[in-house]
């Protein structure tokens, strides 16, 4: 389909879908506008129809990306433990980082993406929503809001801190050493992480 025949709500969509395969062909680096319309088959000021800018379209990446995000950490069982929920969820965190590693280095960047916007808000309260619930109920602690938020909450940052640095070291491949180097990804996923996933979240939480 060419720009001649995209309808409004098509043409954005199809926007959405280039820019997100070249963030995981290319990364961060390798994006532009420009490329984005040409996969889309667009002329290059037609994205400026539907995103002021380049973090416009960027944001609107990152939206799709945390509600897959949220979909998978729904699925998690509530019949688990907290531990166990805990380090599913985690786990879940780290693997789909690492199948779509183009989209982890936008997700959370300032510059590149537009963090007031109301459609990201949402979409990142609801993919790790589950995941600071959780924290909270195995700390013993109140369950963050918007009012109180996790920043009150010290065991929970680190939580969020421990998680967001066991997938950007996975992404960037800096467990290299740890690992097989025959098959350093499965390993990972194997054998490093559950083993880092229960020392954080093991099944009786420190005092």
């Given at each position: 389909?060419?720009?001649?025949?995209?309808?409004?709500?098509?043409?954005?969509?199809?926007?959405?879908?280039?820019?997100?395969?070249?963030?995981?062909?290319?990364?961060?680096?390798?994006?532009?506008l420009?490329?984005?319309?040409?996969?889309?088959?667009?002329?290059?000021?037609?994205?400026?129809?539907?995103?002021?800018?380049?973090?416009?379209?960027?944001?609107?990446?990152?939206?799709?990306?945390?509600?897959?995000?949220?979909?998978?950490?729904?699925?998690?069982?509530?019949?688990l433990?907290?531990?166990?929920?805990l380090?599913?969820?985690?786990?879940?965190?780290?693997?789909?980082?690492?199948?779509y590693?183009?989209?982890l280095?936008?997700?959370?960047?300032?510059?590149?993406?537009?963090?007031?916007?109301?459609?990201?808000?949402?979409?990142?309260?609801?993919?790790?929503?589950?995941?600071?619930?959780?924290?909270?109920?195995?700390?013993?602690?109140?369950?963050?809001?918007?009012?109180?938020?996790?920043?009150?909450?010290p065991?929970?940052?680190?939580?969020?801190?421990?998680?967001?640095?066991m997938?950007?070291?996975?992404?960037?491949?800096?467990?290299?050493?740890?690992?097989?180097?025959?098959?350093?990804?499965g390993?990972?996923?194997?054998?490093?992480?559950?083993?880092?996933?229960?020392?954080?979240?093991?099944?009786?939480?420190?005092?």
């Amino acid at each position: 389909m060419n720009r001649e025949t995209y309808h409004h709500g098509q043409l954005r969509e199809a926007l959405i879908t280039a820019a997100d395969e070249l963030l995981d062909e290319r990364g961060i680096e390798g994006f532009s506008l420009r490329k984005a319309a040409a996969r889309a088959g667009v002329s290059p000021g037609a994205p400026a129809h539907h995103f002021k800018s380049v973090n416009g379209l960027l944001t609107a990446v990152a939206v799709l990306s945390l509600d897959e995000l949220a979909e998978r950490m729904r699925a998690v069982s509530t019949d688990l433990s907290l531990a166990e929920q805990l380090r599913e969820l985690a786990s879940v965190y780290v693997r789909y980082s690492m199948e779509y590693p183009g989209r982890l280095q936008i997700i959370y960047r300032r510059a590149i993406v537009d963090r007031t916007d109301p459609d990201f808000t949402r979409a990142s309260a609801e993919a790790f929503g589950r995941f600071f619930a959780s924290a909270a109920r195995y700390h013993g602690e109140p369950v963050p809001d918007r009012e109180t938020g996790a920043e009150t909450h010290p065991q929970l940052l680190l939580d969020y801190a421990t998680l967001q640095g066991m997938a950007l070291t996975a992404v960037e491949g800096n467990w290299c050493f740890t690992v097989s180097r025959d098959d350093p990804q499965g390993d990972f996923l194997g054998r490093v992480l559950p083993i880092l996933v229960e020392a954080r979240w093991p099944e009786q939480p420190a005092a």
